[in-house]
């Protein structure tokens, strides 16, 4: 074991002197241009105004992560340029890169939109869940277990988790940015001890850079916030960077480099949300409740708070790290484990004691949980459908049909729900929420066969038999699930 590691710390030193300079470029580059962006946006009037639920004190700049989205995919550039082994690795895996690429630039721009028209909840979620689909089409899916439909849902709900926390954690001057460069340097150092160098660690290093550059202009007092283009962006990339990064290894290690690289996010998404539903509200509403402020109010300083934030992502970083290392597996799984327990149950205590008496009550379905519950549905009659045609065995050349044909049916299903208010409706049954709820399954589906038919090739073939099921099948399906929901909740 000591002598495993003496060899990680030397390949680790190795590539950081590689690494290192890349770094740099994208730090400088990130800092540049979001100075260019903060000038630009002060002189036009793009600035967060002063608000009861937001912290800052004084009108800011929001629109830094598009400095972090252009800077990013310039040093991407020059590296790929001046790099031959860079250069090599992601021409081998092209379409994972193009894949990544493409859906972090989606993602900023959905944050982007939204930081310009301000999305209802369910809009957004189902704009970031259209992101994650788009890379996972384009990838032909994530394996993770032997399961395609499984895979898929999976790597939509952690896509799409990791991007609200870290929309949740861009909270307070500093703290998202930290948690995140941290996060990715994590990445990178599995991604040297997994043997997905360099590909996946090289644009985990210029990712950080970026962030760095970001941080010279955010730390307390910032000057500029990344707004949810930023936090958007960087909450997809983390998440697609430990699934591409976490595939390579057996499922309870990736488990932990998930769980470790983007531990502080998760850690404050589930205080915050398990606070607010104790009292009641929705997870999803913006408030000055999260774990960052509970610290300040407390007696900690705003750049204490951050420094707080970057011990607890370091310690969750080399557990994810440790995880890769250490031959005693399940050691690092039950202290990873238990940490974040006892975290999340230290900090709530904290928030019950500050709250003080709360009406404790079963939280009302939010768009999350809809947005869910609906993906599950999608994934559970597409895989039926090729089954019941195939007669449950489906034959080798049409063994990647649900990886590919999943992410569309999930894009138009949930956009479609979404934009006629499924997600954000009341679920208590009666006759017009059925008649209402099997018209919009029923658009959804025919929208998935008629792209999913648009886009067949010879690499991407499909069932019509099983498409066919599937057009049927849904509608029916969601007025069932519509209805148990609705009586339980009634």
Not at 223 to 239: E, H, Q, Y
Not at 290 to 316: D, K, M, N, P, Y
Not at 395 to 414: H, K
């Amino acid at each position: 074991m000591i002598f495993g590691s003496m060899i990680f710390a030397s390949m680790i030193i190795e590539r950081a002197l590689v690494g290192l300079p890349i770094w740099v470029l994208s730090a400088v580059l990130s800092w540049i241009l979001i100075h260019c962006v903060c000038i630009l946006a002060r002189r036009r009037g793009l600035v967060a105004a002063v608000r009861a639920d937001r912290w800052h004190a004084l009108p800011t700049p929001i629109f830094g992560g598009v400095g972090i989205v252009v800077a990013f995919l310039l040093a991407f550039a020059v590296t790929r340029g001046a790099l031959d082994e860079f250069r090599d690795a992601t021409s081998a895996d092209g379409s994972l890169v193009i894949a990544l690429i493409v859906g972090a630039v989606s993602a900023a721009a959905v944050g982007l939109w939204d930081d310009l028209a301000h999305f209802r909840p369910s809009t957004k979620l189902a704009a970031q869940c259209a992101c994650a689909s788009l890379f996972l089409w384009i990838a032909g899916g994530v394996e993770i277990t032997a399961s395609a439909p499984v895979d898929g849902v999976i790597a939509l709900i952690w896509i799409v988790t990791v991007m609200n926390a870290v929309n949740m954690l861009d909270n307070m001057d500093g703290v998202a940015g930290t948690a995140v460069m941290i996060g990715l340097i994590g990445v990178a150092a599995v991604s040297v001890a997994t043997g997905s160098w360099p590909y996946i660690a090289l644009i985990a290093v210029i990712c950080a850079g970026c962030v760095a550059g970001f941080l010279g202009h955010n730390l307390p007092r910032a000057r500029v916030f990344m707004g949810d283009a930023g936090s958007l962006f960087l909450g997809f990339m983390l998440a697609a960077l430990v699934l591409l990064c976490a595939k390579s290894v057996a499922l309870p290690v990736g488990l932990l480099i998930a769980l470790g690289c983007v531990f502080v996010p998760l850690l404050d998404m589930s205080v915050v949300s398990l606070s607010r539903i104790r009292r009641g509200q929705s997870p999803m509403q913006g408030g000055r409740d999260h774990t960052t402020h509970r610290l300040v109010t407390l007696g900690v300083s705003e750049r204490g708070a951050v420094w707080i934030v970057a011990g607890v992502a370091v310690v969750g970083a080399a557990g994810a790290v440790a995880a890769t290392l250490v031959a005693s597996l399940v050691a690092v799984v039950v202290a990873m484990s238990a940490l974040f327990v006892l975290l999340v149950a230290a900090l709530l205590r904290i928030c019950i004691r500050m709250d003080g008496a709360a009406h404790m009550r079963a939280a009302a379905f939010t768009p999350f949980v809809k947005v869910v519950i609906d993906v599950v549905t999608i994934a559970a009659v597409l895989n039926a459908g090729y089954l019941v045609r195939w007669d449950f065995a489906i034959p080798p050349e049409l063994a990647n049909s649900v990886a590919w044909s999943l992410p569309v049916a999930l894009a138009c299903c949930v956009a479609t729900n979404a934009l006629r208010g499924m997600y954000e409706s009341s679920w208590r049954w009666n006759g017009a929420s059925a008649r209402a709820a099997l018209v919009n399954a029923l658009i959804g589906a025919v929208l998935a066969v008629v792209v999913i038919a648009a886009a067949w090739s010879p690499e991407r073939l499909f069932s019509r038999a099983a498409m066919g099921i599937f057009l049927v099948g849904y509608p029916l399906v969601v007025v069932v699930v519509r209805g148990a929901v609705g009586w339980v909740v009634r």
